[in-house]
């Protein structure tokens, strides 16, 4: 199963300046949690924000850079490429980003993970959308803004109804 993690606002903006446009300690605790133990697979420039390999996951980057390296991770020239790597570790494979990654994948994908942030701020990045023709919304459960979350956010499960 293939399933995409992201955090968007209400116009699907994702990033900005290669970061993302919030901090939400309790996304991250529900990212990790979901991802642990499993091949994550992201782009190059969303490997360079997070700045090092994430634990308790085999980091998989898409990189056409051929003079391009890095320690603790799996570098490949291709979606393709990082999808038979991935399968080949787990059966469980999520995607993790940049907005070019989530284009190329999203009909390769059965599950979409949404953290829906309740804002709209200036981004450079966007998510394609989830088209609720062949997406089903399954659960959702959402957490109001306090000190530590500058915002109101949901967990929004989605379902693929229509297979491509």
């Known amino acids: 199963m293939v399933t995409i993690v992201v955090a968007m606002g209400f116009?699907?903006?994702?990033?900005?300046?290669?970061?993302?446009?919030?901090h939400l300690p309790k996304d991250l605790k529900h990212f990790k949690e979901i991802t642990s133990g499993h091949p994550i697979i992201m782009g190059r420039k969303t490997f360079e924000s997070i700045g090092k390999p994430l634990p308790n996951r085999t980091n998989i980057v898409i990189s056409r850079r051929n003079d391009w390296f890095q320690e603790g991770i799996l570098i490949v020239?291709?979606?393709?490429?990082a999808l038979k790597f991935a399968k080949k570790i787990d059966e469980n494979v999520?995607?993790?980003?940049?907005?070019?990654?989530?284009?190329?994948?999203?009909?390769?994908?059965?599950?979409?993970?949404?953290t829906r942030v309740n804002a709209e701020l200036k981004a450079d990045v966007f998510f394609p959308g989830i088209d609720p023709k062949i997406w089903l919304k399954t659960s959702e459960t959402c957490i109001g803004k306090d000190e530590k979350h500058a915002y109101d956010f949901c967990f929004e499960r989605w379902e693929r109804k229509v297979k491509l």
Request: proline share 0%; glycine share 16%; net charge negative.
């Open 11 to 22: 116009k699907n903006e994702i990033g900005a300046g290669n970061q993302l446009l919030w």
């Open 77 to 81: 020239g291709s979606i393709k490429e």
């Open 94 to 114: 999520f995607i993790i980003g940049g907005g070019d990654i989530y284009k190329q994948t999203l009909d390769a994908t059965d599950v979409l993970e949404v």
